[in-house]
């Protein structure tokens, strides 16, 4: 019976897998490259397994020193890559490609935006969010919640708004009406 899709053979796998590191901007896990890679029902988890430690044995992917269990692609895995991505099949390339960009947006953002949830010792919660930028940051807030579910429940808030309340701040302080 004929396998359909893009994947049929290891070969495949592996060329998939130097195609989404290369444009990757971070180190990712198996998990994360099995995820980023599955475009197509033919490639397995296992085959994702059985390929990573392949490919750092070989020098086409490293384990990545600032965080272990994770890999990125090598000077030889993206020449080798460059040669090969041309047999990626062209629907499995967009969505592959469309998958990166998100991944690499989702983790830009959230190095940029950070909260922490602190106990008090009366009790209460405290919750202290930050809005950053690639300058330096842009914002810190810290909230008072009558208890950590609350507080918890601001971060996860904040995390997804961030930009939206530093908007609101900065137009509530610098709105001319409000001289008066």
């Known amino acids: 019976m004929q396998r359909l899709g893009f994947i049929h053979d290891m070969l495949d796998v592996k060329v998939l897998i130097l195609f ?3 444009r990757s901007n971070y180190p990712l896990s198996p998990q994360e490259i099995y995820e980023l890679c599955y475009q197509d029902d033919c490639l397995s988890y296992f085959d994702v397994c059985t390929a990573v430690p392949e490919m750092a ?6 384990e990545s020193a600032a965080e272990p269990g994770k890999y990125e692609i090598t000077a030889k895995g993206r020449e080798a890559g460059q ?5 990626v099949a062209f629907t499995v390339k967009q969505k592959a490609e469309t998958a990166v960009q998100r991944y690499n947006r989702h983790l830009r ?5 950070k909260t922490q949830v602190i106990t008090r010792e009366d009790g209460s ?10 300058v330096g940051q842009l914002m810190t ?15 996860k808030l904040f995390e997804t ?9 900065m137009m509530e302080l610098l709105d001319e009406d409000s001289e008066d």
């Open 20 to 22: 989404v590191t290369a």
């Open 57 to 62: 044995a070989s020098g086409h992917l490293q």
């Open 83 to 87: 040669l090969t991505e041309d047999s």
């Open 109 to 113: 953002r959230s190095s940029l935006v």
């Open 125 to 134: 919660s405290a919750v202290i969010m930050s809005l950053n930028d690639e």
């Open 141 to 155: 807030l810290e909230l008072q919640a009558p208890n950590s579910r609350n507080a918890a429940h601001l971060a």
């Open 161 to 169: 708004k961030a930009e939206n309340v530093y908007s609101l701040i």
